[in-house]
Every structure is written in structure tokens, then in C-alpha cells.
């Protein structure tokens, strides 16, 4: 199942982007509203309808901020409008050189907001298009014949960009070992518990219903773990873990919930048909051959399937459900489906 937001961030990068992004039109609301007043009081009337243009569309995006599932989309937006008016001051021939030192936050913000490929492609753009200003400004003054002073600020530029884009890089990469790590049953690689849930409400949202869920128990594992160790215990949980694998769709998601406890969550599926895939799964635990030393460890699951048309109350009440009839399935003397 795919973790991911609908554009590719994960929950972490959305959350941090946004906050970034709040913290920016803020600061181009203040802004806009001192160059209105400016604007204003030297009479430069022009100006201050596109400063207030930018402070209304500011206030505009931080209303639908918290709740819009477009973050990328307009922080793209509020990016291109914000470099394109940067670049627009630096071709204003009533700006001093003082203001080309924006180019270093460049990199910086977009990297932070649109990620290493789209924040690095776009500010490599916008430095490209500042350079061009620069020259065309100042590419007769005196400025230009000092080697020193323009190696000076290509190196700074370039260490800016690097900087910013190795370190979205190595932080990108980092918050995906996290959320893998936080996600995942680190002894069967499968999903754990809060990447049930989390998948559960995906599924409910997205009305991928009827949802079905599967609950599966191996029989006497507590003897696997005696007769045989502990380790050999663990290896045959990896081993339901692949069988369980093998049996489902890109769809949907297998869990270990604990212990010797494991459960799939089938969306769109009806009863009937998680059944079956119950059983099947059942036939091929039955059929594993798990070898320790000499001897063939047999395994057998009992399993209890629940499914929701509707489950508006949440996961719990349909795993108590499934849980209900795995136990009916135990209770019938194991190796068998219930549901
Ligand atoms: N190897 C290993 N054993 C575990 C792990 N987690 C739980 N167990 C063991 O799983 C066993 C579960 O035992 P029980 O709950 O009695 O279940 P059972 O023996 O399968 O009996 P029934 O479910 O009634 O058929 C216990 O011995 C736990 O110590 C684990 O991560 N690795």
C-alpha cells in the first residue's frame, strides 16, 4: 500500500513544509504591507496595487493552508511569484547592488519548501536568470574587472545551492528510514500495527468498501519456541510473513499485530472472497515445510475473518470481530477459517 501523501511528501515533509510555508507569507504580508505604505507616501501608485495584490493573495493562502491538499502545488506558486518579483527588483535600475544579496536565500528556500529535485531545478533556473541581470547591470562597471570580487560571489552562490541540496537530500533520506522504521515490525518486515491503522482510515477515505479484514494465529507456537529455540521461532515468523506476502494484492496490507498474531486488511473485498483467500493461505501454511536441524517443524494457522460494508466506528471494532472469530476458530479445534 502506498504510505505517501497524494504527492509523493510523506505526512513528516508535508507537516514541515507547510509550517515553512506559513512562516514565509507572514513575512510577505509584513513586507508587502511596509512597501504599500511606502509606496503610498512616495506616491508610486502602480507599485502599491501589485503590493497589495501580493498581500491579498498572502492572506488568501494562509486561510486555505492548514486544510489544502495541494501544499506542493502552491508552494510553487507562492515560489515563482516570489522569485519572479525578486528578479523584477533586480532589474529595477532604482535598486542598489546590496539587493542581489537575496540570491543566497534562493537556494535555501526552495530546497526547504519544494524538496532536492523540483527546489533544485527551480532555484539552478532563478540564479541562472539572476546572474543574467547582474551582468547586464553591472557588466560595464568597474566591479567586473575585479576577478576576485565576482569568484567571491560565484563561490557563495554555489556553496549555498550545494549546502541546501545535500542537505534536503540527506534529510529526505532520513525522514524515509524514520517512517519506515516507525512503520514497520522490524523482525517480518511486514507492517505493524500503526501502519494498520493508518492504512485502515486511507482505505475508509478513499470508500475502497467493502473492507475486509483477516486475522490469522499460528496453532501451539509456544511449542516451536520450547522444543526448538527461541531463533527457530523467529525464522518461522518470517516464513508466514512471506507466505502471507505471496498472497496478497498491491492493494493490500500485511501486519504483524504481535506475537505469533498476524492479519491482512483487504480493501474492496466481500466476505466471500476473504475467505477464500483465508483458506488459501491456511492450505499453504499447512503445506510449508519448515526445516530446523533434522527435523520438519509442521505449522498449521487458525484464522478469523471480519468484514465491514461501512466502518464508520473505526479499525477496533472490526478487529474485536475478527479476534472473535479466530477464537471460535480455536476453540473448533484450530487449523481452520471462521468468518
Ligand atoms: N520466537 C518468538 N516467539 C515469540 C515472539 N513473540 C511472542 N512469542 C512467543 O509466542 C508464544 C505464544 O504462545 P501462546 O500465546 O500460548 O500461543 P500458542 O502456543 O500458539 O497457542 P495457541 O495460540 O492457543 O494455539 C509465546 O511462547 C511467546 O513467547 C517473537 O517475536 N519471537
Not at 92 to 102: G, K, L
Not at 184 to 189: A, K, N, R, V, Y
Given at each position: 500500500m502506498n504510505q505517501g501523501t497524494p504527492e509523493g511528501d510523506s505526512d513528516l515533509s508535508q507537516r514541515h513544509r507547510r509550517e515553512l510555508l506559513r512562516l514565509l507569507l507572514w513575512f510577505t504580508v509584513l513586507f508587502s504591507v511596509g512597501f504599500i505604505a511606502i509606496n503610498f507616501s512616495v506616491g508610486k501608485y502602480g507599485l502599491m496595487a501589485i503590493e497589495i495584490a501580493v498581500a491579498v493573495f498572502a492572506v488568501w493562502l494562509l486561510t486555505i493552508?492548514?486544510?489544502?491538499?495541494n501544499l506542493r502545488r502552491w508552494a510553487l506558486v507562492y515560489m515563482v511569484t516570489l522569485l519572479s518579483g525578486t528578479m523584477f527588483a533586480f532589474a529595477?535600475?532604482?535598486?542598489?547592488?546590496?539587493?542581489?544579496?537575496?540570491i543566497l536565500v534562493m537556494p535555501v528556500l526552495t530546497h526547504l519548501l519544494l524538496g532536492r529535485w523540483l527546489g533544485g531545478v527551480l532555484s539552478l533556473f532563478y540564479l541562472v536568470l539572476s546572474a543574467s541581470i547582474f551582468c547586464w547591470r553591472f557588466?560595464?562597471?568597474?566591479?567586473?574587472?575585479t576577478p576576485g570580487s565576482i569568484a567571491n560571489i560565484v563561490t557563495v552562490t554555489a556553496c549555498a545551492y550545494l549546502f541546501s541540496h545535500v542537505y534536503e537530500a540527506s534529510r529526505e533520506r532520513a525522514e524515509q528510514q524514520l517512517s519506515v522504521m516507525a512503520l514497520?515490525?522490524?523482525?517480518?518486515?511486514l507492517a505493524n500495527r500503526t501502519q494498520l491503522e493508518q492504512s485502515f482510515s486511507r482505505a475508509v477515505l478513499q470508500r475502497q468498501l467493502p473492507l475486509s479484514l483477516v486475522m490469522i494465529d499460528l496453532d501451539y507456537f509456544k511449542r516451536i519456541n520450547d522444543e526448538h529455540g527461541h531463533a527457530t521461532g523467529d525464522a518461522v515468523l518470517r516464513i508466514i510473513a512471506q507466505a502471507m506476502r505471496e498472497h496478497i494484492r498491491e492493494s493490500d496490507l500485511a501486519c504483524r499485530l504481535g506475537g505469533e498474531e498476524f492479519c491482512l486488511l483487504l480493501p474492496s473485498t466481500n466476505p466471500q472472497r476473504a475467505r477464500r483467500l483465508a483458506d488459501r493461505l491456511r492450505e499453504d501454511i499447512e503445506t510449508l515445510e519448515c526445516r530446523h536441524e533434522d527435523a520438519v517443524l509442521k505449522l498449521t494457522a487458525s484464522i478469523g475473518v471480519a468484514t465491514a460494508?461501512?466502518?464508520?466506528?473505526?479499525l477496533d471494532p472490526m478487529l474485536h470481530v475478527a479476534d472473535q472469530n479466530l477464537y471460535r476458530a480455536k476453540f473448533a479445534g484450530r487449523n481452520c477459517v471462521v468468518g
Open positions: 493552508l492548514p486544510r489544502t491538499p529595477s535600475p532604482a535598486t542598489s547592488i546590496t539587493v542581489f544579496s537575496w557588466g560595464t562597471t568597474q566591479l567586473m574587472d514497520t515490525d522490524s523482525l517480518t518486515g460494508s461501512n466502518p464508520t466506528d473505526g
